[in-house]
């Protein structure tokens, strides 16, 4: 007959060994949660303009083009092919990108959002540039690009970044790397707001209908990645799986009486 502490030890290593197995999955699933990254690189899209109010979908998430003057339908955006050397032969697109991006034109703001209702992000980088009304421009301080997030739970969270000022031969503005503190990179948000101000030689403007520098504010941008945050609905069935497991060792260990092994 097998001894009883045995027969009890054995259950209780059964039992651990579902438990560890059970937690070993949770976590997983916990530590598996934030989907892979999506850049939005905009290499699915077809080179086209875009007027406010128009939107178009890349890799589970939405940019829609908004137009800040008149009847908010003009034109506002586009998608650009940097290796196609007509597609700016009016103006002064940036260089340094040889793929496609997207541009913000006459003032033109961008929002980002994902696919689906009260889905979050965090932004963790881009490419960008100014986008010069016309082309030769000298090199300076052009002006910014300013982002808002709206935030989980309310609020938004806003930065500015400077143009970079680099230039080609052509005096066209060049593509750099934008730099983003910390809290901005990991805000959870539900949508990012993207548009250009003008340096008008004080400060950085949003043109209006009658300022001299409308149609000035623009900006190219690109690889655009995105971290996909876990739906709040997920997390807390994590969280009500952990606490089961938990309260299901905790019982166990009470129901279970003592063994005591004879000599």
Not at 181 to 207: E, V
């Amino acid at each position: 007959m097998t001894p009883s502490f045995v027969t009890r030890s054995s259950r209780a290593l059964t039992g651990l060994s579902k438990l560890g197995l059970a937690m070993v999955g949770a976590i997983a699933l916990l530590g598996s949660a934030p989907a892979a990254a999506a850049v939005l690189n905009f290499e699915s899209q077809l080179p086209t303009v875009y007027a406010g109010g128009e939107f178009f979908d890349e890799n589970g998430f939405r940019l829609s083009v908004i137009d800040t003057h008149g009847d908010g339908t003009g034109l506002a955006g586009g998608i650009v092919n940097g290796s196609d050397p007509t597609t700016c032969a009016l103006g002064g697109c940036p260089s340094g990108n040889s793929t496609n991006f997207y541009i913000g034109v006459v003032d033109g703001a961008a929002t980002i959002t994902r696919n689906w209702a009260d889905a979050t992000f965090r932004l963790r980088g881009f490419d960008f540039s100014f986008m010069a009304p016309v082309g030769g421009l000298a090199a300076g301080s052009y002006g910014q690009l300013q982002l808002t997030g709206n935030l989980l739970g309310g609020g938004t969270i806003f930065t500015a970044l400077d143009f970079p000022s680099a230039v080609d031969a052509s005096g066209n503005p060049m593509f750099g790397s934008a730099m983003l503190a910390a809290d901005f990179m990991n805000a959870t948000l539900t949508s990012l707001n993207i548009r250009a101000c003008i340096n008008d030689g004080t400060s950085c403007i949003f043109p209006d209908d009658n300022s001299p520098l409308i149609s000035q504010a623009q900006f190219g941008i690109d690889n655009i990645d995105l971290a996909e945050v876990p739906e709040p609905g997920s997390m807390a069935l994590i969280g009500l799986g952990m606490g089961a497991l938990a309260l299901r060792r905790r019982k166990s260990s009470v129901s279970q009486p003592a063994t005591t092994v004879a000599a």
